[in-house]
């Protein structure tokens, strides 16, 4: 026992697969499911789930990929500080290649720029403490998941007394898009496989005003493929049984309220705040700001830059895709104009993009 | 995008360094690639038919589990060059050397190198050495280049994979590339991985011998993986290729670090493995042949090649569902090697 073929087995899989299609007949109707977060739409694209499932179960792709939520302006305004002298960028590596408005920050890198790609936020505090005499800026691009860590390195940086780590902050909770979009009459959502590894950290129970109030099923699902069959027929069944509740298939790992103390680190240094996402636009207190007590180390305050003026690329359509309007063969830049090589949004850059995940897997 | 800007994926191995290479490289310099973008050039001079290849190696960390910079420049151009079914006979070595670089560890170096000739068979035949300033270059970077000789008839090709080939790869996939990244980036796993860094032409004067003119292409698959070296031979030779994730090896911990750091195992650099696309019927004793020799123990037939739909790659995946296999994008994982 591994712990990793166990949930890949495809006699497993399959099995599910048959279950799900017994259920789904007896719905009578075509369902569509949304699996918020990127992890899902890779993990369905990468083994070929969607061919296993029956001609009733839709499943459609939403706004769960952090890099690709995140509004242009901020890769304008990362571009901007990596330009600055004494500046080093750290930044998870799916950021380099994002375009921005003119530029992205692996140009910047070819043409000179410190732009340091780090796997934890704890690793951008070690590069401030060894350049003290330079500004480290790590970039906080991410959701529930990444933020407590975030949190967990401007406490650290203050332990420390390090006076030179930053943090540009793009932090973003789930739940609150999933109500705009459970209101959207032309997605018509028949339910949601929620996040794994955010519910983990905010727990189940955090679903439980969407499916209470807006009547719209929740499975938390994990990445594993028979995770991902085991969540789809979950749902199909409360569908059939016209329930709306949340249930976690994934737990093993999530609980209902979650892990408190990352919470609790969260909290003490985010505040919620309204945030713009791309494609959906500005939703109130669906984003977390650095607390005024920790606003030294916010880059926003405490570093200024000047930033170019926004263009947005014609033609890119990665808004109507994190919306879950159409899927990425729908976009005409799909595969011609914009392809993993030459990005035009982001959606085809991010390891967690859908457009990403359909260029690398579909068939 | 600035289209005058050289990145660090044009160095991956992947689609970009295809792009640099058919748009602004070969037109410029040969306009008609002598080597058909195989591993090796073959060149004919007087009749007689001669292997020719370079590489140059640019590896950080320069010493690795599994291996150095020095013994992985040697044996990338010995397997370039057996590749193409030649047999190794010498090599060339370029150093360049920052300043400041370590006597001792260049000793290291050059020893490893020599023992790396010696197990290969090839003779360090000429050499130069280079030192630039502190700051124009990082340490040590290596080129070697090679000539090998034929002794058969054969034809190798990326070219040349039919319908019906099946495809063996020569062991688990991955190493190279997770013990490179592993050390560098001071992940602690439970046991290391090791870099499978090793001269092939020993195994592939075994495949040639038990499989001969059945054995259609051979590659290894280095920077890119298996997946971007299978997706080059779709489109070489027009055919499409099945892939079974169930059947292709990979050493539980190189997916440990591939499934905690999203890296798939198909697109990390193997420096000891090779692909071979035989023809059905002699498959089996291939594979038998390559199980006997030390590097092919792991072997396995992991796919197999169609008519239909040419150039796409496909993969049954372990959950049972299909899905298309594209080129590496962009950079994985810069100078592992």
Redesign the interface.
Known sequence: M?Y??EF???RI??GIAAHIAELAAKAGRTMTFMEVCGTHTMAI????????LPPQVRLISGPGCPVCVTPAGYVDKAVAYSRLSGVIVATFGDML?V?GSS??L??E???GADVRVV?SPLDAVKLAERNRDRCVIFLGVGFETTTPTVAGSIISAQQLGLANYFVLGSHRTIPKPMEVLTADPELGLDGYICPAHVSAIIGADAYRPLAEQFNIPCVVTGFE??DVMQGVQMLVRQVVERVSRVEIQYSRVVKPEGNRKACEVLEEVFEPSDAEWRGIGVIPGSGLAIREKYAAFDAERAVSVRVEPLREHAGCRCGDILRGKITPADCPLFAKGC????PVGACMVS?EGTCAAA????? | ??KD?????HGSGG??SH?LLDELIIPTLSGTPVSGQNDAAVITHDGRRLAFTTDSYVVDPIFFPGGDIGSLAVHGTVNDLAMVGAQPLCISVGLILEEGFSRHDLRLILESMRRAADRAGVTIATGDTKVVARGSADRIFINTAGIGVFEHELELGGGNAGEGDRIIVSGTVGDHGIAVLANR?GLELETEVLSDSAPLNGLVAEILREGGDAVHVLRDPTRGGVATTLKEIALQSQVSVTLLE?SIPVH?QV??VC?I??L?PLYVANEGKLLAIVAPDAAERVLERMRIHPLGKDAAVIGGVTAAEAGRV?M???????????ML??EQLPRIC
């Open positions: 591994n990793q073929d890949r087995d495809s899989v399959k694209y990468q083994y070929g789930l969607r061919g296993l290649r375009p530029s992205s692996m140009e890198r070819a043409r796997y493929p028979t392809t993993p090589e030459a390891s260029y690398k897997y579909g068939i | 995008m600035n800007l050289i990145l660090l994926g689609k970009l792009q980036e169930r539980p997916r440990g499934a750091l999203g798939d496909r049954e995946t372990v959950a049972g569902g299909m899905r298309g296999v594209e994008a962009g």
